[in-house]
Nanobody, 133 residues
Framework: QLQLVESGGGLVQPGGSLRLSCAAS??????????IGWFRQAPGKGKEPEGV??????????VYADSVKGRFTISRDNAKNTVYLQMNSLKPEDTAVYYC??????????????????????WGQGTQVTVSS
């Protein structure tokens, strides 16, 4: 059974950096039809989870939300079945619970990954990121 476990969250000052990890078990990253996405949900009522970035595990092709372009970098280590989200120049508005998720779809051999929640079948438990002075 596919399982995802996030780690690396914490408290950081504005302008600082964190690296999140998403360790996957129960799948093989080298197959064409998986993508791993990062989503975040900020505190407060009515806040919908936001897609942050995703990566196609077979070739590392990635997508970023406009809000994090140039600051966040997604990468994968196929040997470790792990996807990373390097977050630099963090801002208070990046404060959220960050989740990784897996999209299992044979069409991922031909299409980019997407930042839509309903594309993803498996979710981790989340890790808290707080950006505050």
């Amino acid at each position: 059974q596919l399982q995802l476990v996030e780690s690396g969250g914490g408290l950081v000052q504005p302008g600082g950096s964190l690296r999140l990890s998403c360790a996957a078990s129960g799948l093989t990253f080298t197959l064409d039809y998986y993508a791993i996405g990062w989503f975040r949900q900020a505190p407060g009522k009515g806040k919908e989870p936001e897609g942050v970035s995703c990566i196609r595990s077979s070739d590392g092709n990635s997508v970023y939300a406009d809000s994090v372009k140039g600051r966040f970098t997604i990468s994968r280590d196929n040997a470790k079945n792990t996807v990373y989200l390097q977050m630099n120049s963090l801002k208070p508005e990046d404060t959220a619970v960050y989740y990784c998720a897996a999209d299992q779809d044979p069409l991922l051999s031909t299409r980019l990954c997407k930042l839509r929640r309903n594309e993803y079948d498996y979710w981790g438990q989340g890790t808290q990121v707080t950006v505050s002075s």
